[in-house]
Every structure is written in C-alpha cells, then in structure tokens.
C-alpha cells in the first residue's frame, strides 16, 4: 500500500519479485537473470545459480492467504510456460549438462506485516518426454 493507495498488480508483482532477488541473493543464490521472455515462447521469472544448480524461478505475490497459498496459483499451464522458457534459455547456452531445478519463490504481503518469503526448490519437474536427447 502507498498511503492507502492499493498497489496495481503489476506494481504488486514488481515488489513481489525484487523481495524474491533479495532473498535469493541472501541466502546464496547468483542471480543471473529477471524476466527472461523466450524468443520460442515461455517465460521465466528469475534465473539463478544455487551451488552447481541453475534455477528457474516463478514469484508469486499475494497479499493475501484467504484464498490459499502464492503457489497455488502456478498451474499445469503456467508450469509449462516456465519449462519452455527454461528449455529455451538452455538451447541459448548450448544445452549443457548442467542440473536444474524448477522453484516457486512465495511472498505474502500483509498490510501490517513483514513480508513473508517461502522458497519450494524443485516444485515441478520436467515431464519426461521432455528430457528426450539430453
């Protein structure tokens, strides 16, 4: 809120994501990219490397848990625009032999309250299929 002004949602999103960077950066995590948009379709919030792993991750900001939690709200539909934006940012890099994880970074932003980071590392996976020649 701004002097009781709700934010937009993409304002709301915005904050939701560099919340997400800050904690990522925190807690050992090289960013390397925000808002990656795949020339082939798909996209991806933050990219980043923890360890030997690549991460792509989808930020969910809520400001609100009454209607369940921030992951809730990454469906099958949405997972699959991240695993294309994921495959898309690896055919870039030549497809190494890298591992990579998909993660949901919530946040919960209460009027009144901290902000409220929850990162769930590995939270959907590649189907099969999709790791054909690799």
Not at 24 to 41: I, Q, S, Y
Request: hydrophobic share 40%; aromatic share 6%; charged share 30%.
């Amino acid at each position: 809120m701004r002097s009781g002004v709700p934010l937009s949602r993409a304002e709301l999103g915005l904050l939701g994501e560099n919340l997400a960077q800050l904690w990522l950066r925190r807690n050992g995590r090289k960013v390397l990219h925000r808002n990656f948009r795949a020339p082939r379709g798909g996209e991806v919030d933050i990219v980043c490397r923890h360890r030997n792993v690549l991460a792509f991750c989808e930020v969910k900001t809520r400001t609100s848990d009454a209607f369940g939690r921030p992951a809730d709200a990454v469906t099958p539909e949405k997972q699959r625009l991240i695993q294309r934006g994921a495959q898309e940012w690896l055919r870039l890099l030549g497809r190494p032999k890298i591992k990579f994880r998909f993660d949901i970074v919530e946040v919960l932003l209460i009027d009144g309250e901290l902000p409220r980071l929850n990162v769930i590392e590995n939270a959907f996976q590649l189907p099969e299929s999709s790791l054909a020649g690799r």
